[in-house]
Each structure stands twice: as structure tokens, then as C-alpha cells.
């Protein structure tokens, strides 16, 4: 295989979702088929277009985190930051002086807290003066706010990065995390994605579902974060490997100008032939694949792409994450990769490869190789 | 064994002219972009002046896509991106065959689109979301439609990290390449005007009134911009085999966080961000000819950065000079812009001066290239990029010298 003296292990996660907070909930959720749907009653103060969605009321940033450093500290935040200590916890790597310029993030949103962007430019137009804003709400409207926090409040002094890929951003978190990782540039990094939700992505997906003809999955919110390590260095500390990023490929796959269900489905499944060649992987050898699950207007690329290059494949598994945590965007292709780590520890075995796949309407498609 | 990585085509869409040569003469005449923003309504503000990109016409650029469904900052990036590729004089049919990814880098992706929806829901109440106007907010719009536009079949990212994210783009571009994942590598930055983020600086008192001036004394603060620079990148051997012109090298970059406050900067990680690009770069202190400043005009970003200079360079550190007093600031496409400054100063030989510069402050007391532009020879040359939370980026660039 590829990469084998400079292979990238998932040593930990952090996961707060709609279906449990934890590793341990997670999973028991995911055993269980437990659904995260659920009244919306109170999560939001305002109206919203629908009655349920994936969300989790039990998660106040104040109550998890403590009322220090939390003051104006928004959803999106709060999910990042909380989650990237559970991921730490759970990996057993502990930040020191010698680690945590060597340590850093790389989270996945597609827009940052689009609460908190959209009412500060609402105070913009409401407020006379209409520099009346709230100074300390500003920064909440960048977009790397959230790693920025998890930086400050997880003193993790090396790469900070934050990356927009939509329904993609879970993978090129991970994809990014693993290429530093190989280069050299550090040791850690809590890669993965976080999506709130609040009233302006409710009523966004809200409009944007009407033009859907089979979009069944309900909006979702939470955030997952990886630990990711070279498995030399995880296994020599000590560390429980949860498994191997063997590869992780992304492409665009050229579009006409309305896009349709086949040239997705081949697009996917060329990226997904390049990620088992990257990982030297046959489709034989796959024991199962975690589905992205979005189908929509267009039908549903993703299972055409993986019958086409698992046809001779007839023991497959699928994991099916979204049914129970909903739509969940940014934190989409991370969630599948959570419910992997799930099902692989709740049978441990070894070298079972699963295949993580995502896909766009914009045409960015994703394959990640993992193996555990 | 890595590969070495070289710029070979530079595209801008900037509020000081268009395209490597359109910028080159602008920066090589101190030419201010500055004037009056028609963007948003800025009834009510003290100050309402900023580097708008005037007279750019999406059909110039957007010939796949359907312009209408384009946002100000993906149309930028496209623009950038088309300029780069011609200035490059590679045919765009072979960027299409090959593993060709873009990275863009931005603070506000599509702020003028969140604005507007915003209009809408005050006005009309959320029933009424335009939904053309909503599939354009998530910011990796700014990527996907360049690799859209162009046909391309690699990687399309968008990183968001503020105002350090252009070269946040290309030091993960020129990873991309020398790790062998990629073929050619489209990076750079984009952002539109932004009311949000001018309103929010002006809260913070960081506007300036008419000019920024970075480094002298009596700075106010920045003056917010737009703009989009594209670099195309590739691997020095394809360069030399398709006898392309090299603008010039990148030599390595480096990239930490302070983790210690969202806004405030922090001397001492970002002298540890310049050393980090010097070993990565595999130079010393000593080699940097020309240091391309965050500079952004505000009395803390211009005292903090003097400082942390002068930790790693001692008290003799390289000409210093920031596009910024010229082009405003232009949030995740300044470092972008800049670094295409740098690439352009190395090629043809000068130092881009720091323009609007009277007097000196001896909390900066840097060569800052004040206010006209100085012809020199200049082999490396470091751009430094600082972000809100605490994000840094230094990316080198060195001549290339022919064999």
C-alpha cells in the first residue's frame, strides 16, 4: 500500500448529535436506529417553516462549556469547540508546551455561524446609527471563528484551518488534515465539520427543498472532530488506532450546465477508483461503505457510482447515517466517518475497509479509504 | 523526493487595474484604488471610503456558467482565474485533462448575498428568500465555480480563513504539487465589499476616515477593499518542459495560531510564523531581499508586526512595504493580491512602495518603501498574512534563475 511509513490514524473522536453526545451515546444511537427528529420547541426563538428537525436541545453552549469565555460565544462555536475536547479526551493525547505548536484544526462549514453573520448584518440595517452593532459580536461573524476558539480553547498553537466544501467539507477537512500530517508540518490535528442549526438555515434549506422532488431527509445539526495522528507515531505513544485513512480523494467532475444523475454517478465513481487505487484497495477487499444518502431531484448518483464499481462486490455493508441525524451539511461527509468509527468498535476486527463517499450538485465528489 | 513549485501565470481583478500588467504598472506608480463605496448606502457612517472594483462586466469573464447565478465574489475569482490561465499561455483544453484543482481563499465569500437576503427578510419576512440567491451563500461557491467555468477535474476548496487565507490557498497549493496530488494548481483569493465587515471595523474605530498609511505615525486605521488575485501553479519541471515563463518560485510558506485572542494579534507567534516559513523555505533571516507587510493601517496591526520584524531580523530588517495603503484592504484576497505583487516584484525587478506615507513612527521605523516605488534586484521575498482568530500565514518567494 501507499503511504504505509506516513499512514494517517483517527485515534479519537468528539461527536455531538442529534441521535446522542459522545462516542459512546453515538454509538449506542446508531445500534439502536435511534432517529434524532424531534420537536423544535424552544431550540429556536423565532418561527421557523417546519415543526421537527434533527436538533439537539440538550447541547446549551453555557451549561456544556461553563459560563467563562462563553459569554457571546455562538452555536456553531460552542458545538466546535466542545466536540474538539471530547475528540482529544477520547484520543488520550494530551496538550503540553512541547505538543501545542505542533497541534491545530482544521474544520469544515460551508458558511460559519450563518446565525450570527445574519443578524449582525441585520443590526447594520436596523440600527440608527447603523454602526450601533455589538463590537464583540463581530468577530462571531468570520468564518474561522469556531477554529479559532478551538485554538484558544484547546491551546493548539499550530495549523488552523478552515475550509468550505458544502456537502464536501467533511472530506476536504479530512483530506487537507492528512496531507500536513504526511508532510510533516505537525502531529495532531482535530479535523471535521459543524453545522447549527438556527432560523436563516432552516428557512434556506427550507426554500431550496421546494424545488426537490424526493428530498425526504429532515435539516440536522452537530458537529464531529477527528483526531488524527500518523499511526508510527499513535501506535508508539500507545494509542488505540481506530482506523487508517488509506486515502482520501476528491474531484470535480466536469458539468454540462444543468447537471444531471449520470454525470455525477460517473464522476463519483471515477473518484472512487482513484481512492482505491490511491489506497492500492480492490473493490473485493471493501466490507462495507458509509453512504452520504442525499438523494434528491437528480436521483441518487451515489448508489448508481458505488453499483458500478462494487458490482462483483455482493457482501457489502452499508451504514446509513443521515435517515438518523438528518441533513447535515458542512458536518455530513464527518458524521459518516463517525458512524464508521461506531460500527467498526462495536465488532472489533481488523482490516475491514470501508469505503466514505460525497457528493455535490455543484459536482464536487469524494471518496475516503479508511481501515479498521 | 518533492517536487519544486512555480508560479507561471498571474491573473488580478483589482480597484487598481486588471490582469499582471494592469496591476504591475499600478503598484509600480503608487496608484490609489480609493474612493467613494457605491456598493451598499453608507448614510450614517463618518467614513465612506473603500477599494471598489469599478467598470468589470461578468461576460468578459463567464462564458460556461450563467452569470446570472454568480455571485460578486465567485464572479471575481472566476475573472482572476481566466486571467491567469491566458497570462499563463497554457491551453485551457490541457488544464481540463489534467488533475487541476483550485483553492480560493476568503473572509466573507458571498457577503453582498447574505446582505441581500437579509434586505429581503427584514423587508418581507423569510416566506420571501430569493432561492437563486440563497444557493449562492456557502462560500465553497467561490472554488466550485472556477473548476466549473473552466471545466476541471481536480480538487475545488475554499478556505476560509479570513484575512489570512489567500496564502493559506497557495501554501496548500504548492503542497498539492510538490506531494505529487495534482498537476497544475489554480490559488489565490476573493472577496466583495462587505457592509457587515466594513460596519463591524468601523464599530471597532479601525476605519480610517480617507487613506490608510501604514506605518506612519498618524495611521487611523484600514480602508476595506475587493478584489481577486489567481496565481496558476505548477511543478518547475513541466514549466521548464513547456518553456513557460516562471514569475517565480515558492519556496515554502508557514502557518501557526496565536490560541490566545480572537482579535488582538500576538508579537511573538507571529515572529514564530516568520520563523517557521524561513525553516520551511530552508533560509536564514539574511537571504530575505523584500518583506510584502500584512500592513493593514491600524495603530496596533503596524506597531506588532514592526516588532515581530525586528525579533527575527534584528534591527536592519529587508525594505518593508503594504499594498494595502494602495488597494485597501481586501480581507481573504489581500495575501492573494500581495502574494501576486511579490511574483511581479521579483520578475521585473522592484519594490511596490507603501503609498500615503508622511511621517515616520518609531514604533514601526521600517524602510517602508514610502511612496514611490524603488527598482531593485530581489531574490526572496517573504509575504506575511495575519487573521482575525489568531491565523497566520507566511509564504517565500524566490527568483528563479534561468539554466
Known amino acids: ?372 | 523526493m518533492m517536487k519544486r513549485v512555480v508560479i507561471t501565470g498571474i491573473g488580478v481583478v483589482s480597484s487598481i487595474g486588471l490582469g499582471a500588467n494592469g496591476f504591475m504598472n499600478a503598484l509600480r506608480n503608487g496608484k490609489s484604488g480609493i474612493s467613494k463605496i457605491e456598493a451598499f448606502d453608507t448614510t450614517g457612517f463618518q467614513s465612506d471610503q473603500g477599494g471598489e472594483v469599478h467598470d468589470v462586466e461578468p461576460k468578459a469573464w463567464i462564458r460556461r456558467l450563467d452569470a446570472t447565478t454568480i455571485g460578486r465574489s465567485s464572479h471575481f475569482s472566476i475573472g482572476a482565474a481566466r486571467l491567469a490561465i491566458e497570462d499563463s499561455g497554457i491551453d485551457p483544453q490541457t488544464l481540463s485533462m489534467m488533475r487541476c484543482g483550485v483553492t480560493v481563499g476568503t473572509t466573507d465569500g458571498e457577503s453582498q448575498a447574505i446582505e441581500y437576503l437579509t434586505k429581503q427578510w427584514i423587508d418581507s419576512g423569510p416566506e420571501y428568500l430569493d432561492i437563486s440567491v440563497i444557493r449562492q451563500v456557502p462560500a465553497d461557491r467561490l472554488a466550485v465555480s472556477v473548476a466549473r467555468e473552466f471545466g476541471l477535474r481536480g480538487e475545488a476548496a475554499t478556505l476560509a480563513t479570513a484575512c489570512a487565507a489567500g496564502n493559506y490557498a497557495i501554501g496548500h497549493a504548492y503542497d498539492m504539487l510538490r506531494a505529487g496530488e495534482a498537476d497544475f494548481m489554480l490559488c489565490g483569493g476573493a472577496d466583495s465589499i462587505c457592509r457587515k465587515t466594513f460596519t463591524g471595523f468601523y464599530r471597532l474605530g479601525a476605519i480610517a476616515p480617507l487613506a490608510c498609511q501604514p506605518f506612519d505615525l498618524h495611521r487611523k486605521g484600514i480602508l476595506t477593499g475587493e478584489g481577486a488575485a489567481i496565481l496558476l501553479l505548477e511543478p518547475l519541471d513541466t514549466a521548464l518542459l513547456r518553456g513557460a515563463r516562471i514569475y517565480a518560485e515558492v519556496l515554502g510558506y508557514g502557518t501557526n495560531c496565536d490560541a490566545k485572542h480572537m482579535v488582538a494579534p500576538d508579537p511573538d507567534s507571529i515572529a514564530n510564523c516568520m520563523r517557521l516559513a524561513h525553516a520551511n523555505a530552508g533560509i536564514t533571516p539574511n537571504d530575505v531581499d523584500y518583506i510584502s507587510a500584512h500592513g493593514t493601517g491600524t495603530r496596533t496591526n503596524d506597531a506588532v508586526e514592526a516588532a515581530a520584524i525586528r525579533e527575527v531580523f534584528g534591527n536592519s530588517p529587508p525594505p518593508t512595504s503594504s499594498v494595502k495603503s494602495m488597494i485597501g484592504h481586501t480581507m481573504g484576497a489581500a495575501s492573494a493580491l500581495a502574494s501576486a505583487a511579490c511574483a511581479l516584484a521579483i520578475y521585473h525587478g522592484f519594490m511596490p512602495p507603501t503609498i500615503n506615507f508622511h511621517t515616520s513612527d518609531p514604533d514601526c521605523n521600517l524602510d517602508c518603501v514610502a511612496n514611490t516605488s524603488r527598482e531593485a534586484e530581489l531574490n526572496i521575498v517573504q509575504n506575511n498574512a495575519f487573521a482575525f482568530g489568531g491565523n497566520n500565514a507566511i509564504v517565500v518567494f524566490k527568483k528563479m534563475v534561468s539554466a
Open chain 1, 1 to 372: 500500500m501507499k503511504h504505509e511509513n506516513t499512514a494517517v490514524a483517527i485515534t479519537g473522536f468528539g461527536v455531538i448529535s442529534p441521535i446522542g453526545i459522545g462516542a459512546q451515546e453515538f454509538t449506542t444511537g446508531i445500534l439502536e436506529g435511534r432517529s434524532g427528529l424531534k420537536p423544535i420547541n424552544g431550540v429556536v426563538a423565532n418561527r421557523v417553516p417546519f415543526e421537527q428537525a434533527c436538533v439537539i436541545p440538550e447541547f446549551e453552549v453555557k451549561t456544556y462549556l461553563g459560563k467563562k469565555g462563553t459569554q457571546s460565544m455562538d452555536r456553531t462555536t460552542g458545538l466546535a469547540v466542545a466536540a474538539s475536547g471530547m475528540a482529544l479526551r477520547h484520543s488520550g493525547f494530551a496538550i503540553t508546551p512541547a505538543n501545542e505548536t505542533r497541534s491545530g484544526v482544521v474544520l469544515g462549514t460551508s458558511t460559519g455561524s450563518m446565525r450570527s453573520i445574519s443578524t449582525f448584518t441585520k443590526e447594520t440595517f436596523v440600527q440608527h446609527p447603523p454602526y450601533l452593532v455589538s463590537a464583540t459580536e463581530f468577530p462571531n461573524t468570520v468564518m474561522n471563528c469556531a477554529a479559532g476558539q478551538c485554538a484558544i480553547w484547546h491551546n493548539l498553537k499550530g495549523i488552523n484551518a478552515t475550509v468550505s466544501g458544502g456537502r464536501l467539507s467533511g472530506l476536504l477537512a479530512l483530506r487537507y488534515a492528512s496531507l500536513k500530517l504526511r508532510l510533516g508540518y505537525t502531529d495532531l490535528l482535530l479535523a471535521g465539520g459543524v453545522e447549527e442549526f438556527c432560523e436563516h438555515t432552516a428557512w434556506a434549506f427550507h426554500h431550496l427543498r421546494q424545488g426537490l422532488r424526493n428530498e425526504s431527509l429532515p435539516i440536522g445539526e452537530g458537529c464531529v472532530m477527528l483526531a488524527l495522528e500518523k499511526s508510527a507515531a499513535a501506535r508508539c505513544a500507545g494509542r488505540y488506532v481506530r482506523a487508517e485513512i488509506l486515502a482520501c480523494e476528491i474531484q470535480m467532475c466536469p458539468l454540462a450546465q444543468q447537471p444531471n444523475c449520470g454525470q455525477l454517478s460517473e464522476g463519483l465513481a471515477n473518484c472512487i477508483q482513484a481512492a482505491l487505487d490511491s489506497a492500492g484497495v480492490s473493490p473485493r477487499d471493501v466490507w462495507g461503505v458509509s453512504l452520504q444518502g442525499c438523494a434528491s431531484e437528480l436521483g441518487d448518483p451515489e448508489t448508481r457510482a458505488l453499483t458500478t464499481i462494487l458490482k462483483e462486490n455482493t457482501s457489502v455493508q452499508y451504514l446509513r447515517i443521515s435517515p438518523l441525524v438528518g441533513e447535515t451539511y458542512s458536518a455530513a461527509g464527518v458524521f459518516q466517518i463517525a458512524a464508521v468509527l461506531a460500527r467498526l468498535s462495536h465488532s472489533p476486527a481488523h482490516e475491514r475497509v470501508v469505503l466514505v463517499t460525497s457528493f455535490s450538485h455543484g459536482g464536487s465528489v469524494g471518496c475516503a479509504v479508511l481501515r479498521g
